[in-house]
Every structure is written in structure tokens, then in C-alpha cells.
């Protein structure tokens, strides 16, 4: 261990200066590190920002609690919303008196139905109740509906089971398609990082001629592998910092309506600048680790 880090500084001098002596060869990996990585952060963006929309609907599906018409008192309030905070999944009860329930009957069927503001009003308090987990939606419904002050509660029904299901394909496909690009870019670039070693097989053999250990090898390939990988990654960091902050201005930070808002620039653009830069830099060690054992083995 000792002498791996007294020999650090020679390796990593390696590794630019072999950058430098076989520039045709670099220059050809870090531009295949480069196409991949900005295929990759188009598509952690897109996946960013499905990711949003799907948790803004999400977060959006409610239980409408009705109480019982002789709950008024501020006591019997307080212990309903008490007892709905207790179940097991609610994130948050918001509450709703009856002159608000009528406004937003008023909004949603007609104003014909003004007439009953007042004194005239016919509905009940109310609660809205939001769920950690919208999967967990139909269950809490119904325990709500068990308490003793509850008259009703509802949630929407099929309609928010097909939406909640829709939400979950929608993650379920953007975590299965950065893992198909993750392994697309790992092998791309792992295989231009070995044909960048395979052309100094030459270098290879001598080293071994001369006896030196594989490990004392590998280390130069890897911290190679490691420095093409970051070159590689500051045209697509550079794409992402200035073209994500100016797509966001120009939609307005929202696609259509407010429901599909993007995520904001900053921590997001900094967030995907600095998975490429890692994913760059990743890759292009265990590509360097995984090819140049490879040869070794050959060269036994």
C-alpha cells in the first residue's frame, strides 16, 4: 500500500503523458465518452423531470373527508383531524369549513347554487387528506370511513387507480431506461478504452518482459481511463449548464400547465453535471480495470 502511493504521483504523470503521446487514440475515446454522456444527460433530464410530473400528480390525489352534519363544535374538529393524522399513510389533512365546500361546489356545477351561501348553506365541514403513498390511497379511504364523526369519504374512485397505475409505469419505465443507457454507455465506452489499450499492446509486453507487477500496469491505464473519462464529460456538463437553464426560461419553468412544471435549474443542473462527470470518470476506471486484466491474462 505504502509503495502504491509513493508511486501515485509517477502514475498520474503516466497517464497525461500517455494521453499526449497517443493523442489520435485519446482524442477518439473521449469523443465516444462525450456522444454518450450528452445521450445520457438528455435523458437524465427527460427522466428528471418525468419524475416530477409523476409526483405533482401524485401528490395531488386527495380523500374528500365529509363530516357529519352536527360536527361543528371546534373540539370535535380538532379530534377528527387528530384521528385522520393518526392512520397509518396520511401525509397531511387540510381543512375545509362548509362556506368553503360551497364555493367550490359553486366553482365546479354552476353558480345557480349561490342562493345557498349563508344561513341557506346545506353542506357539511370538511376535510382534504393527502396520502404518502397514492397506492395506499383505497385503504385509507377506508379507515376514514370508520371513524365515528366521518359521513363519507371518497377519493375518485377507478379513475385514480388507473392514474396511480399509469404513475408507476411512468417510474417504472424511466428506472429500467437509464439502466438500459447506463450499461449502453458502459460498453461503449469500456470498448473504445480498449482498443485505445489494445494499440499499445507493445508497451504492454514490455513492461511484463521487465517484470513489473500488474498492479503497477494497470494503475496508469486506470487513472487514463479515469482522466478520459472527465475530459469527456465537460462538453455534455457544458451543454447541460447553459442549455438546461435556457430551455427553462423559454417554457416558462412548465410544460402546458403548471401540473407539468419542470424542475428548477439550480440544484437540478448541478445535480446531472456532476453524475456525468462521475459516470465519465467511473467508467472509464473500470472499462481501464476490466481491459487492461483482460490483456494481462493474454499476455501470461
Not at 34 to 58: K, M, P, Q
Not at 179 to 202: D, G, H
Amino acid at each position: 500500500m505504502i509503495s502504491f502511493f509513493r508511486a501515485l504521483p509517477k502514475h498520474i504523470k503516466t497517464a497525461f503523458l500517455s494521453i499526449f503521446r497517443h493523442l489520435a487514440m485519446s482524442l477518439s475515446a473521449i469523443s465516444a465518452v462525450t456522444v454518450t454522456l450528452v445521450l445520457f444527460a438528455v435523458f437524465l433530464i427527460i427522466a428528471g423531470n418525468v419524475s416530477l410530473f409523476a409526483n405533482n400528480i401524485e401528490n395531488d390525489v386527495s380523500i374528500h373527508v365529509v363530516l357529519k352534519e352536527n360536527i361543528e363544535k371546534q373540539k370535535d374538529i380538532e379530534q377528527t383531524e387528530q384521528e385522520i393524522k393518526q392512520i397509518n399513510g396520511v401525509r397531511r389533512v387540510k381543512f375545509s369549513d362548509k362556506d368553503a365546500e360551497l364555493e367550490l361546489m359553486i366553482k365546479e356545477r354552476g353558480e345557480e347554487l349561490e342562493m345557498y351561501r349563508g344561513k341557506e348553506n346545506p353542506l357539511s365541514n370538511a376535510f382534504f387528506v393527502y396520502v404518502n403513498n397514492a397506492d395506499n390511497v383505497e385503504k385509507v379511504t377506508e379507515e376514514i370511513k370508520k371513524l365515528d364523526f366521518v359521513s363519507d369519504a371518497v377519493y375518485g374512485g377507478s379513475s385514480v387507480k388507473q392514474m396511480v397505475q399509469i404513475i408507476n409505469m411512468v417510474r417504472t419505465g424511466g428506472s429500467i431506461g437509464v439502466l438500459l443507457l447506463t450499461l449502453l454507455a458502459l460498453f461503449l465506452i469500456s470498448n473504445t478504452i480498449k482498443m485505445t489499450i489494445y494499440a499499445r499492446n507493445t508497451e504492454i509486453s514490455i513492461m511484463r518482459n521487465v517484470g513489473a507487477a500488474n498492479w503497477y500496469i494497470k494503475v496508469p491505464f486506470m487513472l487514463e481511463g479515469m482522466i478520459i473519462g472527465l475530459l469527456g464529460s465537460i462538453l455534455p456538463c457544458l451543454f447541460v449548464y447553459f442549455g438546461y437553464p435556457y430551455l427553462y426560461e423559454v417554457m416558462g419553468g412548465q410544460l402546458v400547465t403548471s401540473m407539468f412544471s419542470l424542475k428548477e435549474a439550480v440544484p437540478f443542473v448541478a445535480q446531472v453535471c456532476g453524475a456525468l462527470t462521475l459516470f465519465g470518470m467511473l467508467v472509464g476506471l473500470i472499462g481501464s480495470f476490466f481491459s487492461t486484466g483482460k490483456y494481462l491474462r493474454w499476455k501470461r
